[in-house]
């Protein structure tokens, strides 16, 4: 008999690393449902419009799909209600998913231990509505970290997407977690499409480019500073809470497109000088997508960039997220000679289909701690 396996994830109402995540696992097993607590096939990737999504009340509510954070007080409550009858569930979670209930085994892959709870700072950012956010976040958290804790605890076993979360979660869970690198699902024989309207601006290329959500934390705003007064191009890709404010501080030689289709994304991608990655990430997959198109990085020197970056063969680093030393290793990477072919196959290690045969595995060892099913019935898990 065939396992049943399931995959959830958080919420599916955005474009972003943890979503790829996502849609490799669903490749690995197509038959597998997806379970979330919000769904908005208009704000996230089109391909899961092929997959089989069930969701929890809460995405009866249209405010909660365009913006999660507002269903933050119900989100545990949420988690918890999603009952997944499956013989293992592959939890994508960066906070709730691996807290939904199941009759079978639990393989937590962690993106991070929820940064609301033990990277609040940094989440929130400043601005003038990170008081309020804060006011409200210190009042659910005492009740929110027992919640978490407890669901982490329950988990059969943890995988970690860099060597920062592995840390982490040793650190916030007690759990010695395995490290699985998350794949890139660059397509390079994929077709690109240039971005209307852009083509002024973007030109026969060379332009710097980013790729983000549009966080606090992920240092977009040093990015722009750091244009200013430059003789060159920046285009940022991304979505998210700062994305008008962004736009109000960017000069002429900065625009910044959301909700870009992966063809447009690749033709910006081919034509772009380099990536620039100020961001603290948990782990750096902008870098491996730019390095298989043959573009290095400019990225700094922390968290996952650390995992998914070797100095000089896909990119360089810089030492602080501010404005003087993003301009500072522009300026001075223009100078390096690019060996193509060996970034392209140093990225190709990262393959979806090396991180599909791994994930099997690690979900074959939980299906023989009960001697219930072989995978290799339909499939191969080695």
């Known amino acids: 008999m065939t396992p049943r396996i399931a995959i959830a994830h958080d919420y599916l109402t955005q474009r972003g690393g943890a979503e790829r995540v996502v849609l490799a696992l669903h490749r690995a097993f197509p038959e597998a449902p997806i379970h979330t607590t919000l769904y908005d096939p208009d704000l996230t990737y089109p391909e899961f419009r092929d997959a089989e999504v069930i969701t929890s009340p809460l995405n009866r509510i249209g405010a909660f799909r365009r913006n999660h954070r507002a269903a933050l007080p119900l989100l545990a409550a949420a988690a918890s209600s999603i009952r997944i009858d499956a013989d293992v569930v592959i939890a994508s979670s960066s906070g709730w998913a691996h807290g939904f209930p199941t009759t079978g085994k639990r393989l937590v892959y962690c993106h991070t231990p929820a940064r609301w709870l033990y990277l609040t700072d940094e989440y929130l950012g400043g601005g003038s509505d990170a008081g309020l956010k804060g006011a409200v976040l210190g009042a659910l958290k005492p009740g929110l970290l027992r919640w978490d804790r407890k669901k982490a605890a329950e988990a059969d076993a943890y995988l970690a997407n860099s060597s920062i979360v592995k840390e982490r979660i040793r650190k916030v869970y007690g759990i010695e977690a395995d490290l699985l690198f998350p794949p890139h699902s660059v397509d390079i024989t994929q077709e690109s499409k240039p ?38 191009r920046l285009l940022i890709v991304g979505n998210g809470p700062l994305l008008q404010t962004l736009r109000q501080q960017s000069p002429d030689n900065v625009r910044i497109v959301a909700n870009l289709s992966d063809a447009e994304l690749a ?12 961001s603290y990430e948990d782990f750096g997959l902008t870098p491996l997508e730019a390095g298989a198109h043959g573009k290095p990085t400019i990225a700094l020197r922390a968290g996952g960039y650390l995992d998914s970056i070797v100095e000089g063969v896909n990119g360089v680093f810089f030492e602080e997220p501010t404005a003087a030393s993003i301009r500072a290793s522009v300026r001075s990477s223009g100078a390096i000679e690019w060996n193509q072919e060996f970034m392209v196959e140093y990225c190709n290690q990262f393959s979806e289909q090396n991180f599909g045969r791994r994930i099997k595995s690690h979900v074959q060892r939980l299906l023989n701690s009960v001697n219930k099913y072989d995978l290799r019935v339909g499939w191969r898990a080695d």
């Open 195 to 232: 971005i209307g309207g852009l083509e002024h601006f973007i030109g026969d290329g060379g332009h710097y480019l980013v790729v983000s959500r549009l966080m606090p934390y992920k240092n977009v705003d040093q990015v722009i500073e750091a244009f200013k007064g430059l003789d060159e």
């Open 267 to 278: 033709w910006t991608y081919e034509h772009c000088t380099a990536l620039i990655a100020a």
